[in-house]
């Protein structure tokens, strides 16, 4: 399977490259980020072993889509797409922490919830709730942006504005726009019949301006649901259908991998992998209502890298 698990290219006036879980980014001489979208996958913060086919163009294209969507909200970093897997933007100071949204008690923080905690980064959630249970409005459940090889660390407002992370004038807007944003990808997402459940937002600043980096409302950082069905399933505690990273997650947790010290990841077969790449496209193919068009990957790192330099040497 020709997939892209990593690049190292030496582009013009490049400073440096960063490699996260699945991007690399490549620093233009401060003043631009190439960020390539590779077919790695994660979970439990762990990398697995084998890349997903057409899953970078997938995150990469869905990013786009909703960049452009949501522009009028917010600034953001993107500048061009010069190949399927990559977008060009603005150098940006990330903050570091990542702004989590959530409209429904799900994923982690229903593991926290059965665990009897009645707070979650700091919110007070009522006694009572079910799985998967619509909160009343949506709750922002911060984490810190972890190094390289690290985990992100759940952590409150009051946490952030006392210990000074971000100033209270930056985090108040950084709220505003992150329930915006939410409200926007929720109303999106109802028109094609699903339920924006939660997702992550990442911000940061060119000069004094706030703007919008990184992914956004795809199923890497995002939980969606089917709509229709929702409230049957619900109704009757069943788990609800959904188009997510999750149902990776529990594959992995069926098999006994919850990325724990000691924990070996299971055979990823070539069933498995088609079948997660499967449902990227699907996801790809309801979110935007359009069909997703496979980029030719007989040389895929070939056509990325002439690509990027045919953009950069214009």
């Known amino acids: 399977m020709n997939t892209v698990l990593e690049t190292n290219f030496k582009l013009p006036k490049q400073i440096s490259k960063y490699k996260g ?17 590779t077919d790695r996958i994660s979970a439990f913060d762990v990398v697995l072993p084998k890349g997903i086919p057409y899953k970078g163009q997938v995150l990469n294209q869905i990013a786009e889509k909703f960049l452009d969507a949501t522009a009028d909200i917010v600034p953001n970093w993107k500048t061009a797409t010069p190949d399927a897997n ?15 949204v959530r409209g429904y008690l799900t994923g982690s923080s229903w593991r926290t919830y059965k665990n009897g905690e009645r707070q979650i980064c700091g919110v007070s959630v009522p006694n009572g709730m079910k799985e998967h249970q619509k909160f009343e409005k949506p709750i922002i459940t911060p984490t810190t942006k972890a190094e390289q090889g690290l985990h992100d660390e759940d952590i409150s407002r009051e946490e ?9 004038e930056d985090y108040e807007l950084l709220e505003k726009y992150t329930l915006q944003l939410f409200e926007r990808g929720s109303k999106i997402a109802s028109d094609k019949g699903l339920i924006l459940v939660d997702t992550k937002y990442e911000f940061g600043k060119v000069g004094n301006e706030i703007v919008l980096i990184d992914e956004i409302h795809t199923p890497d ?19 609800q259908r959904q ?4 149902f990776v997650r529990e594959w992995l947790m069926e098999n006994g991998f919850q990325g724990k010290d000691g924990q070996k990841v299971p055979e990823m077969t070539d069933e498995i992998v088609n079948q997660i790449s499967e449902r990227y496209i699907e996801l790809f193919e309801v979110i935007t209502g359009e069909k997703f068009i496979k980029s030719d990957n007989n040389n895929v790192i070939e056509r990325i890298e002439k690509n990027i330099l045919s953009y950069l040497n214009k």
Do not use: T
């Open 21 to 37: 879980k699945v991007r690399e980014v490549y620093n233009i001489d401060n003043q631009e980020l190439v960020m390539v979208v």
């Open 86 to 100: 990559v977008m060009v933007g603005k150098f940006a100071q990330p903050f570091p922490v990542e702004m989590i």
């Open 160 to 168: 952030i504005l006392s210990k000074g992370i971000i100033s209270k």
């Open 221 to 239: 950082s995002s939980r969606y649901f089917y709509a229709e069905g929702y409230q049957e399933r619900f109704d009757k505690n069943e788990n």
């Open 243 to 246: 188009l997510s990273k999750e």
